[in-house]
RNA sequence: GGAGGCAUAGCCAAGUGGUAAGGCCAAGGUCUGCAAAACCUUUAUCCACCGGUUCGAAUCCGGUUGCCUCCUCCA
C-alpha cells in the first residue's frame, strides 16, 4: 500500500505522513470569525479539511479534529453596535448559520468545537506564561508578543524578518517596542465587552487563541494544522512564535493551506464585497454540486467560481447519481452467483487507485476519476441481459465507500419533502403500463408528462420501469 | 521592494522525465412506440513563448510574457 504524502507548507514540500502517535492523528483547522453569513470560499477549507479527516479515519487513523469559533473580536463588536445585539448574541446567531450551511455541504461535526470566550483563563496563563519567558511585554493595558525574541520568526511563509520590516504595510502602533510585534492581549475600550486580566479589562488578540486551544485539546505538538492559505501569514506564523516560544516544541509538524476561491480571478473576500453567501447558493443549487465543484480540482488550487462551473458540476455528479440508481433497479431482477476471480480484481483495482490518488496529498480530482471509471464499467456490465446480485452489490459498496471518504451519498434524492408519494406515483405507472400495453402512447405519455410536472422522472428498460425523484 | 503560485482541448481539470486521465458541452451511430438512461465512435501530433539539459520534457534548468496571492482584517 502506498503512504500518505502530505504538502507541507513548513518545507514546502511532500511529506509522508508520519503521525506523531502511531494510528492517531491530531488536527486543528482555523474556524470562522462569526460576524457574517459564510461565502463559498469559506466552505472550501471546511469541505478540504472534512474530506482530509474523512480520508484519514478511511485509512485506519484515529482522528481528533479541532476547528474553532473566534466569537469575539473587533468585527462581532463592529456587528454588534450596528444591529444592537450584543457581541454574544451575533456570535450565536451566525454559529448557527455556519453550522447550517456547513452541514448542508456534507462536512461533519469536528470532534470539538471550541470557543474563544470559553476559554479566558487559558489564554491569560498562556500570555503570562510568555511574559514570564521574556517572550511578550504589557505595554498600557495591552500585551504584546516581542518577535525579535523569535529567530525563526517567518519560517512557516518564508519570509525574512528583515523584509517584512522592509514592507510598508505594517500597523503603526506607538505602544509596540518593534512594529513586526503583535497584540496578545488588547484593552477595552468604554463600552466594550471586556474580561479582567493582569493588565486590565480587555479581550485576546485574535492569534492567542488557536495556540491556546490547540494546545489544550491537541497538546504542544500535534500533526496537523490546516487553514486558508492567507492565514499562512501572519496568523500561522504568528500562531507558531507563541506556542514554540512558551513550550520549546514544534507546535505542528504538517503545516496545509487551501487556495482560494476567486471570481473573475480575483480573490473572493468580506473585504473585497465580490462574495457569493452559501446561504444563498444552497437555494439556487443542491449543496453537493457546490462540494462537487470543490472537490474536483486539487484543494492547494485556485479555483475559479462561476455558475457555469457549478452547472458542469451539477450535471457530472448527475452521471455518477445515475450509475447508482441502475445499479439499484437492476439489482431487483439480479440473478445469483459468485463474482469471478477477474471481477474481484477490477474491483481491488479500483480501490488500490482511490488510495494511491488520495494517498498523493489528497489529490480528490483524481479520487472522483476512479469514480467515473467505476460509472463507465458498471454501465457496461448492465448492457448484459443478466447480471449477478453479487457483482451489483460489490460496485454499489464501493460507491459507499468512495462516497463516505468524499462526503456524498449517490443515487438518493436530495430532501425536499415536495411532490407526489411512492405509492401515487406506482399507481401512475401501472396506469401507463396498461396504455402502452394497449399502444395508447397518447395516453400513456400524458402520464409521463404529467409526472414529470410533479418532478418524477420516468425510464423504461427491459426489466421494468425504473423511476426516480429529479 | 521581498516571498510564493499559476498558464494543458469550446468549458473545467489531472498528470510533474518515457511519449496527453477524467468530467461537462457538441456531433454521428445503437437501443426505444417516442423518450430517458446507457453503450459505441469522433473532438489537443500537442501542454503560454524562447532557448538549454537529456536517448527522451507538458514535466528538469535559464529567460520572456500574462495573470493571481501574501507581506494589513481576510478561508
Redesign the pocket.
Known amino acids: 500500500m502506498s503512504k500518505i504524502r502530505i504538502y507541507n507548507t513548513l518545507s514546502?514540500k511532500k511529506e509522508e505522513l508520519i503521525p506523531l502517535e502511531p494510528g492517531k492523528i491530531k488536527m486543528y483547522v482555523?474556524?470562522?470569525?462569526v460576524y457574517?453569513y459564510?461565502?463559498?470560499?469559506?466552505?472550501?477549507?471546511?469541505i478540504i479539511f472534512d474530506v482530509v479527516r474523512r480520508y484519514l479515519t478511511y485509512r485506519g487513523y484515529d482522528v481528533t479534529y479541532i476547528q474553532n469559533f473566534?466569537d469575539v473580536?473587533?468585527?462581532l463588536i463592529k456587528k454588534a453596535a450596528e444591529t444592537g445585539e450584543t457581541v454574544p448574541e451575533v456570535a450565536q446567531r451566525f454559529i448557527k448559520a455556519y453550522e447550517e450551511d456547513v452541514r448542508a455541504l456534507g462536512v461533519l461535526q469536528a470532534n470539538v468545537h471550541p470557543k474563544v470566550t470559553d476559554h479566558m483563563p487559558e489564554i491569560i496563563a498562556f500570555i503570562e506564561g510568555l511574559i514570564e519567558k521574556g517572550h511578550a511585554y504589557a505595554a498600557g493595558g495591552d500585551v504584546y508578543f516581542r518577535t525579535a525574541s523569535f529567530p525563526e520568526y517567518g519560517k512557516l511563509?518564508?519570509?525574512?524578518i528583515?523584509?517584512?520590516k522592509?514592507?510598508?504595510?505594517?500597523?503603526v502602533n506607538e505602544k509596540k517596542d518593534d512594529?513586526?510585534d503583535?497584540v496578545l492581549w488588547k484593552q477595552a475600550k468604554p463600552g466594550e465587552i471586556f474580561w479582567e486580566s493582569p493588565w486590565g479589562k480587555g479581550r485576546p488578540g485574535?492569534?492567542i487563541e488557536c495556540s491556546a486551544m490547540s494546545l489544550k485539546y491537541l497538546g504542544e505538538t500535534f500533526d496537523i494544522h490546516?487553514?486558508?492559505?492567507?492565514?499562512?501569514?501572519?496568523?500561522h506564523e504568528n500562531e507558531i512564535a507563541q506556542s514554540e516560544c512558551l513550550t520549546g516544541h514544534p507546535m505542528a509538524r504538517y503545516w496545509m493551506?487551501?487556495?482560494?476561491?476567486?471570481i473573475d480571478?480575483?480573490?473572493?473576500?468580506?473585504?473585497?464585497g465580490n462574495?457569493v453567501l452559501v446561504k444563498e447558493l444552497r437555494d439556487e443549487y443542491s449543496p453537493r454540486a457546490l462540494r462537487f465543484?470543490m472537490l474536483?480540482?486539487?484543494?492547494?488550487?485556485?479555483?475559479?467560481f462561476?455558475k457555469?462551473?457549478i452547472?458542469?458540476?451539477v450535471?457530472?455528479?448527475?452521471?455518477i447519481d445515475?450509475?447508482v440508481?441502475?445499479l439499484k433497479h437492476r439489482k431487483e431482477t439480479a440473478v445469483d452467483g459468485e463474482m469471478t476471480a477477474e471481477e474481484r480484481q477490477i474491483l481491488e483495482r479500483f480501490r488500490q487507485t482511490f488510495i494511491e490518488?488520495m494517498d498523493?496529498?489528497f489529490?480528490t480530482?483524481?479520487g472522483?476519476?476512479v469514480?467515473?471509471?467505476m460509472?463507465?464499467?458498471?454501465?457496461?456490465i448492465?448492457?448484459a441481459p443478466a447480471v449477478k446480485r453479487s457483482l451489483i452489490q460489490a460496485y454499489l459498496s464501493l460507491f459507499d465507500e468512495f462516497g463516505g471518504v468524499l462526503g456524498f451519498t449517490f443515487g438518493e434524492a436530495e430532501e425536499n419533502g415536495r411532490g407526489p408519494s411512492d405509492e401515487d406515483v406506482e399507481k401512475l405507472i401501472v396506469e401507463?403500463g396498461e396504455?402502452?400495453k394497449n399502444?395508447n402512447?397518447?395516453r400513456?405519455?400524458e402520464i409521463?408528462d404529467q409526472l414529470q410536472q410533479m418532478g418524477i422522472?420516468?425510464?423504461?428498460?427491459?426489466q421494468g420501469?425504473?423511476w426516480h425523484r429529479k
Open positions: 514546502g482555523c474556524g470562522p470569525t457574517n459564510i461565502h463559498i470560499g469559506n466552505g472550501r477549507p471546511a473566534t473580536d473587533d468585527k511563509s518564508h519570509q525574512h528583515a523584509d517584512l522592509a514592507g510598508a504595510r505594517i500597523e512594529p513586526l503583535f485574535w492569534h490546516g487553514g486558508g492559505h492567507d492565514l499562512a501569514f501572519p496568523h493551506h487551501n487556495g482560494y476561491i476567486n480571478n480575483e480573490k473572493m473576500s468580506k473585504s473585497l462574495f465543484f474536483s480540482a486539487h484543494y492547494r488550487n485556485p479555483i475559479n462561476s457555469e462551473l452547472q458542469q458540476a450535471n457530472s455528479i448527475t452521471r445515475n450509475a440508481r441502475n490518488e498523493n496529498d489529490n480530482a483524481d472522483i476519476t469514480l467515473f471509471d460509472v463507465r464499467e458498471t454501465n457496461q448492465l448492457t401507463r396504455a402502452r399502444r402512447f397518447a400513456a405519455d409521463r422522472v420516468l425510464e423504461d428498460t427491459p420501469v425504473r
